[in-house]
Structure formats: C-alpha cells, structure tokens
C-alpha cells in the first residue's frame, strides 16, 4: 500500500473550516483514499473515503486532487469535539488498514 | 456505521497470567478481523489479520505463541495475551472489515496493564 504524509500537528480556530492535507504521490490507480480519527484514548473513528471523485458525507468533505497524489480532508464548522488525531491511508480494496504517524488538530477556543 | 466493540475495556493482571480479549462485530458479519497495538504517543501497529475458520496471519515481529487469535465466528475474534508481562501493557484495538463496503471499522480499545 502507498505511503502517505501529513503535517504533524495543526491548529484551528473553533467554528472554522479544519483543512488536514495529505500527500499519496505514489498512490496506484486501484487504490481508495481512507481517513480516520482517534479522540484520545478511544479506538479510531472511520470518516469518509473516496477513489477519485470529491465526497462528502455528515462529518466530513474529502476533495482529492485530479492527478490523486494529494487529497485534503475538510471538516467544514470544526468544534472542540473535533480534536483528535486524523489518519490518512491508502489501501487498495482488500489491504490491510496501516496507520502513519497522522495530524494531531487542535481545535481552539 | 457499522458498530464492533470489545471486552474487557480494561483490565489489570498479574506477571505471568493470561488475558484474553473478545472483539465482536454488533451489527454485521466480519470474515476479517484486524488487532492492533498502540503504546503512549504513538500510532497504532497492526499486530494480526484474523480471518474467520483459519489461522491468523500475524506481522513480522510479532510472536505468535504470545499472542494467541481464534475467530471462531462471523461475529467474534479474539487474543489472548499469553504469560503476560509488564511489556505487553498496552491499549489494545481491533477492528472487522464490512465485506461488502470494504471499509474497517474499530472497536472502542481494551486498555491492558500489567503488573
């Protein structure tokens, strides 16, 4: 499965748009783009995943660029609940699930 | 979404004991499950692939005498942590793979300490 990169760690004012970037450059074609979060201390939390076309379900929109070697994960009135570290992952349709070091958002007040 | 939960949430042993947690996908069969290990500050490690009625395929480094996964059913995994030492004390998570969406969904986390 590809590998992925995310910034370490990003804030966001509370009541705005969290935008968390992922770079897959070597993503395959047969490859979806997942995310995850964990709040501290709970098991993660599936967000939403897409293969090429932007998605957005009640949590959460993920826009994947046109060329699939980044995508961005946008949480679009984030809240204090919203703090957590954020998971993305590239795994083709019967991969495992392999977590990276991920973005720790802190929402802020 | 699918709901997978998992006993115990935590719990505390001796040296030398063993424990076992249970993994159980609440709303949905699972072929596959997954068991993850995750220390302070780090990301989760994926320690085996569990797949129901066969032998679980574990990671490399992970020993598979120490760490014992049965999945006995459609709806249950688990592992046991075998002459558990201080070590071993972890949060410990699976997760089951919704066949027919393909997506993993993860339980709340067993919280292992040992003595």
Redesign the interface.
């Known amino acids: 499965d590809a590998k992925t990169t995310q910034p370490p760690s990003m804030d966001c004012a509370e009541g705005r748009a969290a935008n968390l970037p992922c770079n897959h450059s070597t993503i395959s074609g047969n490859e979806y783009v997942y995310w995850y979060r964990q709040i501290h201390s709970q098991g993660p939390q599936y967000i939403i995943h897409g293969l090429k076309n932007n998605e957005t379900n009640e949590m959460a929109s993920l826009i994947i660029t046109e060329d699939r070697k980044s995508s961005t994960l946008i949480l679009p009135h984030a809240t204090l609940r919203d703090t957590a570290v954020y998971y993305c992952i590239v795994r083709a349709g019967q991969g495992k699930v392999i977590f990276g070091p991920g973005t720790s958002l802190s929402v802020i007040p | ?1 699918a709901v ?1 939960s ?1 006993h115990p949430s935590r719990v505390i042993c001796k040296s030398g004991t063993s424990v076992k947690i249970e993994c159980r996908s609440l709303d949905f069969q699972a072929t596959t499950m ?1 068991w ?1 290990r995750q220390f302070p500050k780090q ?4 320690m085996a ?1 569990s797949n129901e009625g066969s032998k679980a395929t574990y990671e490399q480094g992970v020993e598979k005498d120490k760490f014992l996964i049965n999945h006995a059913s459609l709806t249950l995994s688990t592992l046991t942590v075998t002459s558990a030492h201080p070590e071993d004390s972890s ?1 410990y ?1 699976c ?1 089951a793979r919704v066949t027919e969406w ?8 067993t ?1 292992l300490t040992v003595l």
């Open positions: 979404g997978v998992q997954f993850y990301s989760l490690m994926l692939t949060f998570i997760s393909d997506t993993q969904y993860f339980g709340p986390g919280r």
